[in-house]
């Protein structure tokens, strides 16, 4: 895949969703509106936990809060390029209408992927940025130059395995009708990576730390921004979402054999 050329077309994407999210600019500045809500009771939602104890999980109230800004700061991503996208894939299958984006010269992966962007869902993103700085502020800690270039390769990572997943999950469109319970799925799936890792227990642990790696996603990132992560943990997390990215890859490749078409 030509680099150069895929940033073009996405520029190009990029453009087009900007001038169409402008005409609607009431309901564009009424959505900012409650994006301030959607975080405002998250930290209350926090807050009353912390009534309870001094811990959670064993992290702090610093670190969780680090914690949920990094959560809200990859909601915001998801929401903005993936979310709008990957229902749409959907609607693609079922009514045939895929046959249209195979016959444009871009690779068809990328361009279900992100086609539609939502602009506003990036205020979840300085949102979240918002409440790492509290949270680091609350925590007395100062990042090093070294913390935040770990802290934006995982992220990265984070963002790769959480599209790998995602997109495997909707590729499975191409065999199974009633998809949209398993997006549902995927949503509850990433809601976990809302909280520490350390909090859960038994299998739901097993489950998010090593099969569908949630613990990974917001986890090591927050960790990184706090000074306590590992070289070999930030090269695990990125061997971890390329290796994700190119099942996907893979798995999207196999998938069109068996995509018939508006003919039948």
Same mark, same amino acid.
């Given at each position: 895949?030509?680099?150069?050329?895929?940033?073009?077309? $996405?520029?190009?994407?990029?453009?087009?969703?900007?001038?169409?999210?402008?005409?609607?600019?009431?309901?564009?500045?009424?959505?900012?509106?409650?994006?301030?809500?959607?975080?405002?009771?998250?930290?209350?939602?926090?807050?009353?936990?912390?009534?309870?104890?001094?811990?959670?999980?064993?992290?702090?109230?610093?670190?969780?809060?680090?914690?949920?800004?990094?959560?809200?700061?990859?909601?915001?991503?998801?929401?903005?390029?993936?979310?709008?996208?990957?229902?749409?894939?959907?609607?693609?299958?079922?009514?045939?209408?895929?046959?249209?984006?195979?016959?444009?010269?871009?690779?068809?992966?990328?361009?279900?992927? $992100?086609?539609?962007?939502?602009?506003?869902?990036?205020?979840?993103?300085?949102?979240? $940025?918002?409440?790492?700085?509290?949270?680091?502020?609350?925590?007395?800690?100062?990042?090093?130059?070294?913390?935040?270039?770990?802290?934006?390769?995982?992220?990265?990572?984070?963002?790769?395995?959480?599209?790998?997943?995602?997109?495997?999950?909707?590729?499975?469109?191409?065999?199974?009708?009633?998809?949209?319970?398993?997006? $549902?799925?995927?949503?509850?799936?990433?809601?976990?990576?809302?909280?520490?890792?350390?909090?859960?227990?038994?299998?739901?642990?097993?489950?998010?730390?090593?099969?569908?790696?949630?613990?990974?996603?917001?986890?090591?990132?927050?960790?990184?921004?706090?000074?306590?992560?590992?070289?070999?943990?930030?090269?695990?997390?990125?061997?971890?979402?390329?290796?994700?990215?190119?099942?996907?890859?893979?798995?999207?490749?196999?998938?069109?054999?068996?995509?018939?078409?508006?003919?039948?």
């Amino acid at each position: 895949m030509n680099v150069r050329r895929y940033g073009r077309v $996405f520029r190009e994407f990029f453009r087009a969703c900007l001038v169409e999210e402008m005409e609607y600019r009431s309901e564009f500045f009424g959505n900012v509106i409650s994006s301030f809500f959607g975080i405002g009771m998250a930290l209350l939602t926090i807050q009353i936990f912390f009534y309870q104890t001094d811990r959670l999980g064993g992290w702090t109230y610093g670190e969780v809060l680090v914690l949920l800004g990094v959560f809200n700061t990859l909601r915001g991503c998801i929401d903005f390029a993936l979310r709008p996208n990957m229902p749409r894939l959907l609607e693609h299958v079922r009514r045939g209408t895929l046959d249209y984006v195979l016959t444009k010269p871009v690779d068809s992966m990328f361009y279900v992927s $992100f086609r539609h962007l939502v602009f506003w869902r990036l205020i979840d993103v300085v949102l979240g $940025f918002g409440v790492i700085g509290y949270g680091l502020y609350v925590e007395r800690y100062v990042p090093s130059v070294a913390d935040v270039l770990v802290f934006l390769v995982v992220m990265a990572a984070s963002f790769l395995l959480i599209y790998s997943l995602w997109m495997m999950l909707m590729t499975t469109s191409f065999w199974v009708v009633r998809i949209d319970d398993l997006s $549902f799925i995927f949503d509850s799936f990433f809601e976990t990576a809302r909280f520490p890792g350390s909090m859960y227990r038994g299998a739901v642990r097993m489950v998010i730390t090593y099969i569908l790696p949630a613990v990974l996603i917001t986890n090591t990132p927050a960790l990184a921004l706090l000074g306590k992560w590992s070289a070999r943990t930030a090269f695990a997390a990125l061997v971890v979402a390329l290796l994700f990215l190119w099942i996907a890859r893979r798995f999207w490749r196999f998938a069109l054999r068996f995509y018939t078409g508006a003919g039948g």
